[in-house]
């Protein structure tokens, strides 16, 4: 174990603290580490301490290496300040990946508040875009203007290529409402955004891990509020794969739930949108009798559409497997010269 | 341990099918317990047995009674038919709930795909309103007009007066889009209604409990997706208090959020609503001389506008609570007697 | 689900109680269930209501057959009266076991305090003997004696034939001495027998599955007390295989940790067995030649008995694998001649 | 988070590493943390890097300060060194305390393996006794004799002066026998130690965590092995009580636990033990009286004898606040003069 930090602006107080976990050795199969990035919140007005370190351990726990940002508050920290800080650290991040043995494919962000909304930040109009992002009780639509004026409502800033997320938060938060999450998990559906999300029924904006000496109990502290820590870990194996002995495993799902969001028509289109296109037809004229054969020889009266219908939503891909229909390279190829309009 | 199957509909196959579990004896202190009727999916088309019989055990296990309602499917299941199925149901667990030891006040409905629809309209648009309703990847959009044309779109029914919904579903789900999950939270949250959602990252359509002898496990599977039962579980405590040795306790959540969908204001409401209305500040000067000097003793210079901007969201009754400031009878009703407009 | 009570002896209230769930249909996969006897407790006075059925919701959960036995107490209890009762049920069950799609192979006992006594005496002395036993905070040594004067220590009567065993209790149980569940370890250990167990650091005699609604609460109830019930879930899976859509999978372990007690030798004893007998070194003398040149070639010095000194508690099939070293049939059965005395 | 390594003895390379994390400032409450000495295994042949700083990140999580010996290994090891070491090291410890805002009065110990046999001895014989001992798979019969000859057997040295401790460990470990564990479980049980212990079906030796970056899965690991660690921190909760934003609570269990083991009787004494004292009969005479009336009134044939003689493992002043008997200054005074021999 090394800490090291970085001095990234002094004036500002813009540091990044790096834990960097070891490689090799008793690790056997660890030759790099998947990263994970901090962004405290309190409001574009303070660094918040509870939720810089303690947010720290557990991912350590889950093998990961761990950075904690502190970037500029205050006086200061009008609109791009703080993107340009995240970007100061993941520049330097970058440059010394191979140093500390990171896997520079598997770098996550995660965001508390304010943080939240930088985090939200880095995941949709940085520079350097993370390849997940942890958003916990964050600023992400109109509430940023309460906290800084310049600063882009993130859930509008959302696109096919944004990473994919993790959202938690409390329903009854009575600082930053809980719409955020909600405008959110909106637009990441709309453009189909791979996602999870848990919203607790109740409890104070802030509690950061929920462990007892961060957050006190009140009445209305929802149990299952220290849940997401060990659920946002899942997420992150889930999408990067886990890091074990043997090295990193692979994924369970892409940054797409589908390619419907793609230039190019694929298998891993929805059937919905690949027969609503013509040429998409043409292409794969030779499956589309087979699957007319295969997949309901019961009902020989049923048009294809018909009996696609139920199926719109699933992958072409998907259906395939299911029915053991073989795709071709040569059918891959056709589907995907028919544009996506 | 008692079960007892009443038919309601012979022709169309409706039954209510009762699981009660004993009273008093060695179960001190318990004289009546909270009820939950599952509600099966399958589309309008069918009653799935995967989603009636092992959905009961886990709620017997917290010391429910459970109740399976299987409606009318198939060709006569036009809608309003499986609504009044479930009033038929209701009107016949109300009936007998006394002589069945079951709390009148607290009977929650779970359902599944069409069956969360069913569920939904139960909590909406029902004569019969259940004090909480369990949604799993439920139909509660446009996507309803697939299964039942004329069956109404829960989202639009919400009002300040639905009860608290647990919701969950896969992100992936490619038979009810995530969007329904989506448009719901949106509602409920736009009518200030408690929930408590978790969207799990992936996994299929119709997972019920998500045990292994009910749902098969493939690469997409959420791992995380069975931690749902005992969520649902924990919210059912939070918003109905937790059946122990002694009786229930309290519960810990309101149906709402706040005061702020009140026809008259009290210090329930948000203190941003609340300082909204002019009648209000009136009717509650004396409290606010004592905020005024209490709550910032520090900063003599602030208005109290600005004082409060920052807790705008915060329910008067808490700031008190907070910084010790009583609350008087005559206070409480003087604030009452303020439209909410 | 279907409830059948068979009355086995009506003069003293001997019943079975089975909790039969539905196989085939939408349980694809599931053409027979394992099966589950609840012994409750009551200190052969009486039978405890709150370690019945509260115990039986979890295991149907766990895609179980779940039976509840009501044995003779009070003054006609003496022994063997109640293990006859154990018996008689134990054979209804399996004269049944085919029209109830039961596995007559995984029929697992899990009984309590005094009930944990009588699953302890079918599982060291019965005729019906189970494939597993989870015994809970049981009587198990001479604590026996002030409850039913002539029934047997079950500790002392633990053989190499005795099923894996899942135990637990509370440390500071102030009615059945926690050294009944160690002088049980101790047993099952000497006899080379699998077993899990979890002693939590306190809490009252008789908690159950210490659901609220069971059991209450004081300043001295062990919150991990009910982790109990899942964990005794996750070790029938590991003795019997887990009940799956695909059917049952292979179990993860065998009623024996190893093969020392079995009457000749085999690869499943350890290293430290086989090579104290001349004749299994005979034996098997290629495979000792080939281990010697493989298993550490960077010490050509050592001898085979030093290099086998660290391992001697490996068993030999665990090495082989482990170095990816062949087992031959001839070698099986040539170790399989020669007698472990 | 500040992180400090003493060296305590560079030639053997013997050293303590400190991790350290801050309190108040937004630790609201927290002016000091409980600590943890985690010592790894390595049969005293070498000082594991997998039990080292993995172990670290979830007792930081749970808001301990947490140091890492680092022990004589290898040639030097002969007994008494290791020990010598970890006295070094906690005298470096109770020296800087008050600088680093340590609570020295909840320091705990976890060892593993060959370190578990140290932190057993640090429980038994050394200088410095820790509050509180994790025993992870540990050496504690004679099994030590094949790695340190002249090491004490750790169960051999239990006495009532021990601290709690929370032992686990894998059925199978065909390195360290189970037996080890079992051997400390009834010396424990013997003079009335608190414990908890947590034996797992399966698994490998040395499985520290359990986590997938440090263990590798087999088919013969048991999914529960990594529940220890959150268990653990439970028990120290149990036993120190729990770090919150408003200080320490108050523990649920002491060291020992009755008065059994005392010099003079107290009502901390079981009743078997009180009543089996001629001397202590009179000195609660009045006490005794009250008892007979009040807590079997239905049965006024019973004697004091036959009342008593269900209850005798229940401590004294259990059954008295049981049964809401007030004890006087002057009955528990008369009672402590009394000897329990």
Known sequence: M??????????????????????????????KRPGLIVIPGGGYLFVSDREAEPVVWPYLNAGYDVFVLRYTVGEKSAWPRPLQDYEMAFAAILALADSWHLDRERIAVAGFSAGGHLAGAAATVSKYRPAAAILGYAV????????????????????????????????????????????????LEKFGISFETHIYAGGPHGFSTGEMAIQGRTSSFCPRIPDWVGDSIGFLKDVFGELTTEGMTKPR??????????????????IGRIFSRPAAKEAIQPLIDRMRREIRPDRPDMTLEEMLDSLKRMTLRDLC?????????????????????
């Open 140 to 187: 992400l639509n109109e509430t940023v203007d309460e906290i800084n004026q310049d600063a882009p409502r993130i859930y509008e800033c959302v696109t096919k290529d944004t990473c994919p997320c993790f959202l938690f938060a409390s329903r009854s938060d009575n600082v930053v409402p809980i719409r955020n999450t909600i405008d959110m998990l909106s637009a």
């Open 253 to 270: 799902y892409k940054a797409r739930v589908d390619g419907d969001q793609d230039a190019f028509l694929s298998f891993d289109c929805t």
């Open 321 to 341: 497997m299911e029915n053991q229909i073989p795709i071709s390279p040569e059918m891959e190829e056709a589907l995907e010269k028919v544009p996506n309009i």
């Open 2 to 31: 090394q800490i090291d930090t970085i001095v990234l602006d002094a004036e500002n107080h813009v540091t990044l603290t790096a834990f960097l976990q070891d490689v090799g050795g008793e690790y056997r199969g660890v030759s």
